[in-house]
């Protein structure tokens, strides 16, 4: 069983920044961390991910350039750096752990595991 605490969401104007944070604890073999967000209304969708044997990241298109995902082997923590932040980026973001795939992924099917999400709101 794995839990998962995330925090370090807020209120920032258009062209702030914000780091998030999830500590992963518990029992799993998961070796791809992603964040996802949901906005009201909308599905959830994935952001950022990180296949921490080896580093490999992939990034949403929307994501891409602004963001940076990053995992802490030593506390167990996954990290989302975020950089010129817009109003489209506003939503609860959440973390998850795959112990089923070999890749970072940010495909919402391949994730199983929540936590309670922090909420980031971007004003323009």
């Known amino acids: 069983q794995v839990q998962l605490v995330e925090s370090g969401g807020g209120s920032v104007q258009a062209g702030g920044s914000l780091t998030l944070s999830c500590l992963v604890t518990g029992t799993f073999n998961g070796v791809s961390m992603a964040w996802f967000r949901q906005a009201p209304g909308k599905e959830r969708e994935g952001v950022a991910a990180i296949f921490t044997r080896g580093g490999s990241t992939y990034y949403a298109a929307s994501a891409r350039g602004r963001f940076t995902i990053s995992h802490d082997n030593l506390k167990n923590t996954l990290h989302l750096q975020m950089n010129s932040l817009k109003p489209e980026d506003s939503g609860i973001y959440y973390c998850?752990?795959?112990?089923?795939?070999?890749?970072?992924?940010?495909?919402?099917?391949?994730?199983?595991?929540w936590g309670q999400g922090t909420q980031v709101t971007v004003s323009s």
């Open positions: 998850s752990v795959s112990d089923t795939i070999g890749i970072a992924s940010i495909n919402i099917r391949d994730y199983r595991n």
